[in-house]
DNA sequence: CGAGCAATTGAACGCTGTCAACCCGAGTGG
DNA sequence: CCACTCGGGTTGACAGCGTTCAATTGCTCG
């Protein structure tokens, strides 16, 4: 039954207002044809939304909430291979299955499209492939930089990239720095599972940066930049890369 | 100077003949486009085909040899996050700079693409642009599938699924199984920094392998496959995902 | 033959995974 | 109102794997 997801006709509304990467400045025509596909789905925490090697029905983007995808390894151990934040695609076009499983790390809503009548949309609005030729390769981008920090051996360097990377991520898509409050979206359990190791040594590391006066812990998801430098420093990244004065270093050279 | 490319009017037979990805099978029209732009071009070994963060003038795929993605660390350690082999693409359309720097692991001789010149083509074959996204969306799936290699914790298993994926991708490009035979395309060097560990570490574990019975090593870069259920083990993966026997599983459940 | 590099081997230290105990807040029921 | 439980997070002790440093081998090349 999809009765209980009668909200669609809101869907172009919430969409718009998001300024999600799939419609932002579409032209009219096909954000109309974008939200006659649209459906609007929630999801409680913990709630799988689509199975490791299941068939890809749909695909769409974030509106709240965070989605984890994670592999599951023979021996039952997961690893999380990527965090979904608003405005983020998931899914994939031109694919029968998937070869990740999709969770809500916490209660979630996400706007989907059937797989099947988006690719129909390419073949009138070609933006739309480039645009999701982009989203790909940004994510492409992003885990490529997971690889270099998954084969860092510190744990600290690990924490310190994600904090930044998160701090740096929230100030795109406010549009300007919000200062050094940064919010941890997940549990102890997935972020140890997203960075390669156990929640213990999550929180000696999580510690160890306060006791250090690097960070200051506000409540367990919570954490105030004290000292960026040297977060930096411990990161062992190019401190351009995350240095707010020339954030677009990175991307544009 | 262009002078040193003058090969050019054998790239279409090149190509053809290599089955590549993004020639075999495309439409004549689309493929004779194809030819007038594409430049061979060849590398030495240890020769830098694009820095990071430089411009991307071209796309291409690799017709012989092996590249190196790779992204280096603030303090001086490089990180392979990826390795082409021959019909694999290379490099980004719709994107201004890398985020990679990419070198020639062994000589490589590739066939490129001007960026601009490729993208003109997806406005009059479709299908280009297709494949194109069908291509990043394998490289992405190989690199989630290597996030997961490297978040486990043992050197033995990452060098196991290394091993392991290389006999897939043998026998994939070749269209049968093409025995036990594994060549290791680079050096101990970048095989460490591909497998986020140190030449000394990998060193032990091939050693310890060939000690168990489950390889022989005939030089350093060759070995000869015993035991592949132990490998298989070792790995930690499904073991469906690498049986010659139901190499399909995988991809289309 | 010696220089230089790749690969291997050995020894020691340190980080982190593992196991265990503990703290704490929320929810529950007496 | 308290006792209890449960789950998430933290802390401690310890062993093991892997990095690091160092020495050796084997090979290619000049």
């Given at each position: 039954?999809?009765?209980l997801?009668?909200?669609?006709?809101?869907?172009?509304?919430?969409?718009?207002?998001?300024d999600?990467?799939?419609?932002?400045?579409?032209?009219?025509?096909?954000k109309?044809?974008l939200?006659r596909i649209?459906r609007?789905?929630?999801y409680?925490?913990?709630?799988?939304?689509?199975?490791?090697s299941?068939?890809?029905?749909?695909?769409?983007?974030?509106?709240?909430?965070?989605l984890?995808?994670?592999?599951?390894?023979?021996?039952?151990?997961?690893?999380?291979?990527?965090?979904?934040?608003?405005?983020?695609m998931?899914?994939?076009?031109?694919?029968?299955?998937?070869?990740?499983?999709?969770?809500?790390?916490?209660?979630a809503?996400?706007?989907c499209?059937?797989?099947?009548?988006?690719?129909?949309?390419?073949?009138?609005?070609?933006?739309l492939e480039?645009?999701?030729l982009?989203?790909?390769?940004?994510?492409?981008?992003a885990?490529?930089?997971?690889?270099?920090?998954?084969?860092?051996q510190?744990?600290s360097e690990?924490?310190?990239?994600?904090l930044?990377?998160l701090?740096r991520?929230?100030?795109?898509?406010a549009?300007?720095?919000?200062?050094?409050l940064?919010?941890?979206?997940v549990?102890?359990?997935?972020?140890?599972?997203?960075?390669?190791?156990?929640?213990?040594?999550?929180?000696?590391?999580?510690?160890?940066?306060?006791r250090?006066?690097i960070?200051?812990?506000?409540d367990?998801q919570?954490?105030?930049?004290?000292?960026?430098q040297?977060?930096?420093?411990?990161?062992?990244h190019?401190?351009q890369?995350?240095?707010?004065?020339?954030?677009r270093?990175?991307?544009?050279?």
């Amino acid at each position: 039954m999809e009765g209980l997801h009668s909200v669609t006709s809101i869907v172009p509304a919430k969409c718009a207002a998001l300024d999600c990467a799939i419609c932002a400045d579409l032209e009219p025509a096909a954000k109309l044809e974008l939200s006659r596909i649209a459906r609007v789905r929630t999801y409680r925490a913990g709630e799988t939304i689509l199975a490791e090697s299941d068939e890809i029905g749909f695909v769409g983007n974030v509106v709240s909430g965070v989605l984890r995808l994670q592999k599951t390894l023979h021996d039952g151990r997961q690893q999380i291979v990527g965090l979904m934040l608003p405005s983020d695609m998931f899914g994939r076009v031109f694919a029968q299955t998937s070869h990740v499983a999709i969770e809500a790390a916490t209660d979630a809503t996400v706007c989907c499209y059937s797989r099947g009548s988006f690719e129909q949309l390419f073949l009138r609005f070609p933006e739309l492939e480039h645009r999701m030729l982009a989203a790909i390769s940004r994510e492409l981008d992003a885990a490529q930089d997971w690889m270099l920090l998954l084969a860092t051996q510190s744990v600290s360097e690990r924490l310190a990239t994600f904090l930044l990377i998160l701090r740096r991520k929230k100030a795109a898509t406010a549009g300007f720095d919000a200062g050094p409050l940064v919010e941890v979206p997940v549990s102890r359990r997935d972020l140890a599972a997203y960075l390669g190791t156990t929640v213990e040594s999550i929180s000696r590391a999580v510690q160890q940066m306060a006791r250090a006066g690097i960070i200051r812990i506000i409540d367990p998801q919570r954490f105030e930049i004290v000292d960026r430098q040297r977060l930096i420093a411990l990161s062992n990244h190019d401190p351009q890369e995350f240095d707010p004065a020339a954030p677009r270093t990175r991307r544009f050279g």
